[in-house]
């Protein structure tokens, strides 16, 4: 098996030796991370700007990207399109409900996914504990699993594990719904300027049963199917008919 990894916490994320190491008793694995944290970079790509692909050491490497440009170059560039899986993580820190949304380690696995190959993010739920070791050996089980099961085109997987030694279990789950800190820090600069943080640190969430939220709040691996199709096709189905009775 060939396995590309990649992050957006770039080469001082600390899941990603673990990650490396135990995806390497399953074959063959190259790493390409961002050489700069990139946390919260979405699905954004590189455009305007010439990108370097630096050789860290045998199969690692780092571009001077965002964590899709990453999968891009591991994928087209350093495997040429010779691979099974792409895993993104591990993450420091969760990636449940709306995070996704936001999420430059969930983006990297959608664009995995994107390019037609199976896919799946993975983040650790962050305590005090770090156990980046469990959440490794976690993924292989979930990678043995699911290599079993057809995941359909443009489908991936992403998970959150508990940073606990106690995991109950694994649940299958959808996305829940996160509560964000709203406020906007003002700060002063030492010459008198205004300068701003978006996006406090406190995080929780709606505990709704079957939620990735509510399985990890109990100590279970949550693992939620994710697609790149957008479409509401409830509410597609809904305004369909607004548009057929449309006269000019």
Not at 95 to 116: F, K
Not at 216 to 229: E, Q
Request: glycine share 10%.
């Amino acid at each position: 098996m060939r396995i590309l990894v990649s992050n957006d916490d770039g080469l001082s994320g600390g899941g990603l030796i673990p990650l490396i190491n135990i995806l390497g008793t399953m074959g063959e694995v190259y790493a390409v991370v961002p050489d700069a944290e990139k946390s919260a970079s979405s699905h954004s790509i590189t455009l305007h700007k010439p990108i370097r692909l630096i050789k860290k050491e045998e199969n690692i490497y780092t571009v001077t990207g965002t964590p899709s440009d990453c999968v891009r170059f591991g994928i087209m560039g350093i495997m040429k399109y010779k691979l099974d899986l792409v895993v993104s993580g591990i993450n420091d820190g969760p990636n449940l409900g709306e995070d996704c949304i936001y999420s430059g380690t969930v983006a990297a696995a959608r664009e995995g996914a994107m390019m037609g190959y199976r896919s799946m993010a993975v983040s650790l739920v962050s305590g005090n504990g770090r156990h980046f070791d469990i959440a490794a050996k976690m993924t292989l089980e979930i990678i043995k699993i699911f290599e079993k099961i057809s995941i359909p085109q443009k489908s991936f997987l992403n998970l959150n594990i508990p940073d606990t030694t106690k995991i109950k279990g694994i649940k299958i789950t959808r996305m829940g719904r996160r509560i964000y800190d709203e406020d906007i820090d003002e700060r002063i600069d030492p010459r008198g300027g205004k300068y701003y943080w978006i996006g406090g640190e406190k995080l929780s969430g709606h505990q709704t049963p079957g939620t990735d939220i509510y399985a990890v709040g109990r100590k279970f691996v949550s693992v939620t199917p994710l697609k790149v199709d957008q479409t509401d096709y409830m509410f597609h189905k809904k305004i369909q008919h607004s548009v057929k009775t449309f006269k000019k």
